[in-house]
């Protein structure tokens, strides 16, 4: 959801990753030299995931948490896009990606539990365009303005196989700065929300889903999964140094089959506290604790959480 800032002279950024499960990644991407005085820029990617002993628990907000399956996800991608910004707050971005996943699902039984698109070979064309407004100082570490972001994917299944849908996202980041920047409030609004063609379903590994470092911070990666979701999070930061912040912060979510099943009842939510180490433009390492009804969870993460 980031916007990248501009490379004038261009890049290749190489990236591998093994995690203590064996779940492995292999991504290269091409950044062109910006054009048109700096306005447009235009990048290629190239991604290979192997991601061990994904969780599955459902479908819905009321899905037990003992009743969790594993899968096995290997998407591989090939895609291009282009960003092109008039002025420097206000960006138009599209591309083309074509994705071939596998699953594997080892012994369970698909028959008693169905999870769409789980034990089966998908390939996609994906064209996806986005339109937003950022006034933050970095994506990577900032203390004021914001990012007014929305995007449109649309996912074709290359064999007809009954599993094409779009996505529409909305997202709204603010951060309001108190006393010179030594305090700062940021709040993150997040709805997803998919269509499918007649016939079709969404796939489990493409679902929206809340449960991780980055969305319901104490609830393990994809707890919750459906066709929408819709998240809320607001942080308190103080900087008691340079280079550290420190966050009280709340998370509030939900999934469901549409914008009309949201409930308010039905919202999850958690709390916590969180120290981020950081220098002028980028987060190098962010750490939470965080807690809510089915328990506890640390993060640890590279990256700001918004």
Known sequence: GYLKRFEKSGAINL???ISVNNSQLLETRVVAPALFRDRLQIGALARWTSAKGVSYYGVGPAT??????????????????????PVRWLSFGGGYSFVNLTTG???????????PG?????????????????????????????LYRVAWERHEERHDLPFSFDAQEYE????????REQFVLGVRGLMTLTSTDAGSQVPVPLAPYLGSGSTL??????????????????????RPS??????????????????????????ETNWGIGARFHGPLFTALRVEYARGREGRNIVFAGSQIF
């Open 118 to 146: 789980v034990g089966r070979e998908l390939a996609y064309n994906v064209m996806r365009a986005e339109v937003a407004i950022d006034s933050r100082t970095s994506p990577g570490y900032t203390t004021r303005g914001g």
């Open 242 to 267: 340079r280079y550290l912040d420190m966050a009280l912060f709340v998370d509030s979510g939900q999934v469901a089959g549409d914008v009309q099943q949201f409930r308010f009842g039905d919202f």
């Open 64 to 85: 037990d948490a003992e009743a969790d399956f594993e899968y096995d996800y290997q998407p591989t991608e090939l895609s291009t896009d282009a960003t092109f910004k």
């Open 15 to 17: 990236l591998a990753g």
């Open 217 to 238: 911070r104490a609830f393990p990666t994809r707890r919750f999964t459906d066709r929408s979701r819709v998240l809320v999070s607001g942080e308190y930061r103080w």
């Open 105 to 115: 699902v080892g012994s369970f039984d698909l028959a008693a539990r169905p999870a």
């Open 172 to 179: 709204v980041r603010q951060f309001v700065p108190l006393l």
